[in-house]
């Protein structure tokens, strides 16, 4: 790939987002079901599932940036580094 040419993502890496948000809005679903279903009170289970997504995303993008690019991501990394067409930095 020559300096001048734009990576072009692939499809994993643009739904990475998309599926970090989901797993947590999958944790918080569990954890609202199950106590919806042993108190029956909407207001603590909605509670609870906020909280444990909120916790889990945060949790979840800690532990994404906690990990080490391997050498394809080093080299990308230092090619949008060397490219000179920043602007507004």
């Known amino acids: 790939m ?4 734009p990576h072009k ?3 994993s890496e643009i739904l990475k987002p998309v599926e970090l948000v989901a797993i947590s809005a999958v944790m918080g679903l569990f954890v609202g ?18 909280i444990t997504f909120i916790i889990a995303l945060v949790v979840i993008a800690m532990l ?11 080299s ?5 580094n060397q490219n000179g067409d920043h602007k507004g930095h």
């Open 33 to 50: 079901l199950t106590i919806l279903l042993a108190t029956r009170n909407w207001a603590l289970s909605s509670i609870a599932l906020g």
């Open 2 to 5: 020559t300096q001048n040419t």
């Open 64 to 74: 994404a940036l906690g990990m080490k690019p391997n050498a394809a991501e080093k």
């Open 76 to 80: 990308d990394l230092d090619e949008q």
């Open 9 to 11: 993502p692939t499809r």
